[in-house]
């Protein structure tokens, strides 16, 4: 349905030039969640805004529905944009508006009647959760209630795609969590195809369907959530999987030594791959070497068969018994580093 | 203390003071404030960003900012006696004012719309608006607490710039404030002028606050 085709854009400040976009291109089925995953500064905000041409890029081709959107004029290119709703990481709600209002700001650009608009506003409201709220001003609501709003209002003119540019980075965990969960039903409900950017997994994880990952305005990598998931190799990918640092608990740090002695125990970070379940590994260590050990810290993520994610083990086996589990790891191929001896 | 005849006197000045305050303010806003939306629509980075209309509109509005309201008036009197048809009188007044004030609140709304935040005009554009539509129903009234307080400071210099036109036979409380203060010197009736005139100053200002509070929901 939407086709990003070489897309390429450099922005020009005084003496410098920076390459935002170097020759993207990208798909997006009917219907799909599909999100695009980058550090801040990979390109990802400057992606999202060329497919509805808020951002011109400099060449390449963004083909809805078989139009190409780079073609038009800028009339045409307004007609098409009302069937792209798009909300943003800062709401962009009119603070001259009411809740009502804001929503039917999309609809009194095309001159819709009063009592369409009537209709069609308290019933996007009631999708959004927020009836009561109608004739609220935005500065009374939450940063989640704002989102929801700006949700409403990029519904209004029942577009076939939604367009989220960190549509949750300005919110709590839990506001993330059920702003997503109304872009999930959203998704199924109306049928509305999405595409975000973000980076926090969290989000891709939550909702979307496919991925794509971009690192200084390449496009590294693009499939399903799994696929993308267990290509490890790449180094990008595995900084946003991984991401999450395993501390080790401030008592345990402080007694932390660099070389071992006798009496310590090593402090194992783990990284789990696809080849072995984290039931197998600790099974194996408990059962098979008999080393008895402490799982200090545990992050596990399962994606159909595998689980990936990190573990903080302390071992407490004997010396020997010990580096027969450091071998285990090895021979499995599973990443393993020794934090120190406590 | 005042005679009647008095009373009568600086009761037609201050109608006439804020006639031309008010009248002229109307006139500054018809002319400045397009102006001002130009002005802010075609800087760098905005919708319909131009640099050659940007510069020489620009130059223009500081040309007229530049020129004295004193000067700004004389030099003018030709042109009001074409539109007017006489170069004397509060209506003869308007025209230099309002002049006069144009360049000054076209400057005030750019600032005002650029207070507006950028991401609001870009969701605009994202959900179809066109440039007429984004200045009517974003741009304008986001920027209303913003333009009621210039328009309010744009008022008060008005007030000002009328007494000045008195001096130069505009009429109002300026000129009473001249004839009485400055060639008869009775002290009574110059500072019942001044003290109508800071009136006048005060009460502008607290409608503005209070009505720029009221459309304020950021």
């Not at chain 1, 367009?163 to 872009?183: F, G, M, V």
């Not at chain 2, 009001?80 to 709304?109: C, D, E, H, K, Q």
């Not at chain 2, 200045?135 to 328009?151: D, T």
């Not at chain 2, 744009?154 to 007494?163: D, E, F, H, N, W």
Request: hydrophobic fraction near 45%; charge should be positive; proline fraction near 3%.
């Amino acid at each position: 349905m939407i086709e990003i085709k070489n897309i390429s854009k450099t922005f020009h400040q005084k003496k410098q030039s920076f390459k935002a976009l170097d020759q993207v291109s990208l798909s997006v089925e009917k219907g799909d969640i599909v999100g695009i995953i980058g550090f801040s500064g990979a390109g990802k905000s400057t992606l999202i805004r060329t497919v509805n041409l808020l951002e011109r890029p400099d060449e390449g081709q963004i083909i809805i529905n078989g139009r190409d959107f780079t073609k038009l004029s800028s009339k045409q290119l307004a007609g098409e944009r009302k069937k792209i709703g798009m909300i943003f990481q800062h709401f962009n709600l009119l603070s001259s508006r009411t809740v009502f209002d804001n929503v039917a700001l999309s609809l009194e650009l095309d001159h819709v009647s009063k009592d369409e608009i009537n209709r069609k506003v308290n019933e996007l409201l009631k999708i959004v959760g927020l009836e009561d709220k109608a004739n609220d001003y935005p500065k009374s609501l939450s940063g989640g209630q704002k989102q929801r709003v700006a949700i409403a209002r990029a519904l209004a003119n029942d577009p076939y795609l939604l367009l989220c540019d960190e549509a949750t980075s300005a919110l709590d965990p839990a506001t993330t969590q059920s702003i997503l969960q109304l872009l999930r039903d959203i998704n199924q409900r109306l049928g509305i195809t999405i595409l975000l950017i973000t980076h926090e997994m969290e989000v891709i994880k939550a909702v979307c369907n496919h991925v794509a990952v971009i690192d200084k305005g390449k496009l590294l990598a693009k499939g399903t959530l799994s696929e993308i998931i267990s290509d490890k190799k790449n180094p990008v990918i595995r900084q946003f999987i991984n991401s999450d640092i395993m501390t080790i608990p401030q008592e345990l740090n402080k007694k932390l030594q660099k070389e071992p002695q006798d009496g310590l125990f090593p402090l194992i970070e783990i990284e789990l791959n696809e080849n072995i379940s984290v039931e197998k590994l600790l099974s194996t260590l408990y059962d098979q070497y008999k080393i008895p050990y402490k799982l200090l810290k545990a992050d596990v993520e399962y994606l159909g068969d595998a689980n990936f994610g990190k573990l903080l083990l302390h071992l407490q086996g004997g010396y020997e018994e010990n580096q027969k589990a450091i071998y285990y790891f090895n021979q499995n191929k599973i990443q393993n580093t020794v934090k120190g001896y406590a | 203390m005042l005679s009647d005849s008095v009373i009568a006197l600086l009761g037609k000045g201050l109608w006439e003071t804020v006639y031309m305050t008010f009248v002229s303010g109307f006139f500054g806003f018809v002319l400045g404030l397009p102006v001002g939306i130009l002005l802010f629509l075609t800087r760098k980075g905005q919708l319909l960003e131009n640099a050659a209309y940007y510069r020489v509109t620009s130059i223009l509005v500081n040309i007229f900012r530049s020129i004295p309201f004193i000067i700004l008036i004389v030099w003018m009197i030709p042109f009001t006696r074409v539109i007017i048809g006489t170069s004397i009188g509060m209506n003869a007044a308007l025209v230099p004012l309002s002049v006069g004030a144009a360049p000054f609140i076209a400057r005030l709304v750019e600032n005002s719309l650029l207070e507006v935040p950028h991401g609001l005009i870009e969701t605009a554009r994202a959900l179809g608006a066109s440039p007429l539509q984004i200045i009517q129903k974003v741009l304008l009234p986001e920027a209303l607490p913003s333009l009621i307080n210039n328009a309010a400071i744009t008022l008060i210099t008005l007030v000002g710039y009328s007494a000045m036109g008195g001096a130069l036979g505009a009429g109002g409380l300026g000129q009473i404030g001249y004839q009485y203060g400055y060639i008869g010197y009775d002290a009574v009736i110059m500072n019942v002028v001044l003290v109508l005139l800071v009136a006048l100053v005060f009460i502008i200002q607290f409608a503005g606050d209070r009505l720029a509070k009221k459309f304020d929901h950021r």
